[in-house]
């Protein structure tokens, strides 16, 4: 059940969360990574993003439940958005993990939950 920090999440910020935590499966998320990210996230929603606040929640949160908040903030994504719009990010979230021409175990799973909650084949 999200908490009701999720259900405030507008889409650019909870976007903003599923794509990052995707980028941080593999280790670590670099500013270039961050920066495609919001660059995406600009073209494709408008909702503000505060974008120091997201991040230093994202920095504070246990590496041990990323994959909870990950869940969450997809089960609110879906609530908020379109079919269009939950095409458009997992088509860019592949991208994501495959930057690097690789996809870890880690990654692998977030983007099969991500496109199971979602009904994506």
Same mark, same amino acid.
């Given at each position: 059940?999200?908490? /009701? !920090? ?30 495609? #990210?919001?660059?995406? @996230?600009? $073209? ?10 997201? /991040? ?20 609110? !994504? ?13 088509? !860019?979230?592949? $991208? ?6 690789? @996809? ?5 799973? @977030? #983007? ?10």
């Amino acid at each position: 059940m999200p908490t /009701q !920090f999720i259900k405030k999440m507008n889409k650019t910020e909870a976007g903003f969360h599923i794509l990052t935590l995707l980028s941080l499966a593999d280790g670590e998320i670099h500013t270039a990574e961050t920066n495609v #990210i919001l660059e995406f @996230l600009n $073209d494709h929603f408008n909702d503000n993003i505060d974008l120091i606040k997201e /991040q230093a929640f994202l920095r504070a949160l246990p590496h041990e439940e990323y994959e909870t908040h990950f869940m969450e903030t997809v089960e609110h !994504f879906y609530t908020v958005s379109t079919e269009d719009e939950r095409h458009t990010i997992t088509r !860019f979230a592949m $991208d994501v993990v495959m930057a690097d021409e690789s @996809l870890g175990k880690h990654e692998n799973t @977030l #983007i099969t939950k991500l496109y199971d909650c979602w009904d994506i084949e």
